[in-house]
């Protein structure tokens, strides 16, 4: 099936710093990539869309200034925690839509996370 | 607004017995139901992926069905292991561009 990879698997940050998770589409092109959160014995959370090139759409609650998201080509999106503090720390996971092709574009590939931990 | 439930949210049971997950979502439309494997501190792996205009798949010894009308899926588990246990969701993947998770059945398998 379709591949999405994301990196780094992990990364452990001081409080104030900011973090950059990337998430790529390996073998199709994503024009639609999708941001997701679990806290801890928790489902996955919907945190934002984003649409390459433009901008992305945050859900209620999530604070694009503190998540900034960039879909800068059909194949890579970042997600950057800014000034990350403690409760910042979760599983980060993104999905990729496809474009019609070898992939059904109605199908979204998930990546294997990110895992974040502010200390 | 799509919403999904799972239950039960947690099983445990001996090795070897046959058992189901189920899942329900209140809104029939929809593109896809997936469902996910996920182990503590692991990303998901996905399992069988349903389209909208199947009733069900199989692979190896998991069967997932699904019934759009009345808003329901299962996963069947034959033969379960020690293996098995872990995390399952189901996600369903809505017509308004977003896929909406489950909160998850906790699984385990007593060797």
């Known amino acids: 099936g379709a591949v999405v990879s994301q990196h780094p698997s992990w990364v452990i940050c001081k409080s104030g710093t900011s973090v950059k998770i990337e998430c790529r589409s390996l073998d199709f092109q994503a024009t639609t990539m999708f941001w997701y959160r679990q806290f801890p014995k928790q489902s996955l959370m919907l945190m934002a869309t984003?649409?390459?090139?433009?901008?992305?759409?945050?859900e209620q609650g999530v604070e694009k200034d503190k998540f900034l998201i960039n879909h800068a080509s059909l194949t890579l999106s970042t997600l950057t925690v800014t000034s990350a503090h403690p409760e910042d720390s979760s599983f980060y996971i993104c999905?990729?839509?496809?474009?019609?092709?070898?992939?059904?574009?109605?199908?979204?590939?998930f990546g294997p996370g990110t895992r974040l931990t502010v200390l | 607004k799509q919403e999904v439930t799972q239950i039960p949210a947690a099983l445990s049971v001996p090795e070897g017995e046959n058992l189901v997950l189920n899942c329900s979502f209140t809104?029939?439309?929809?593109?896809?139901l997936q469902w996910f494997r996920q182990d503590p501190g692991k990303g998901l792996t996905s399992l069988l992926l349903?389209?909208?205009?199947?009733r069900e798949q199989t692979s190896g010894r998991l069967n997932a069905s699904l019934d759009k009308s009345s808003g329901r899926s299962t996963l069947y588990i034959a033969a379960s292991q020690p293996g098995d246990s872990a995390t399952y969701l189901c996600a369903v993947d809505t017509s308004y561009d977003k896929v909406i998770f489950g909160p998850g059945t906790s699984l385990s398998v007593i060797p």
């Open positions: 999905s990729a839509r496809g474009v019609s092709g070898r992939w059904s574009a109605d199908t979204q590939y």
């Open positions: 984003s649409n390459e090139g433009s901008k992305a759409t945050y």
């Open positions: 809104d029939s439309a929809i593109y896809n």
């Open positions: 349903i389209q909208s205009s199947q």
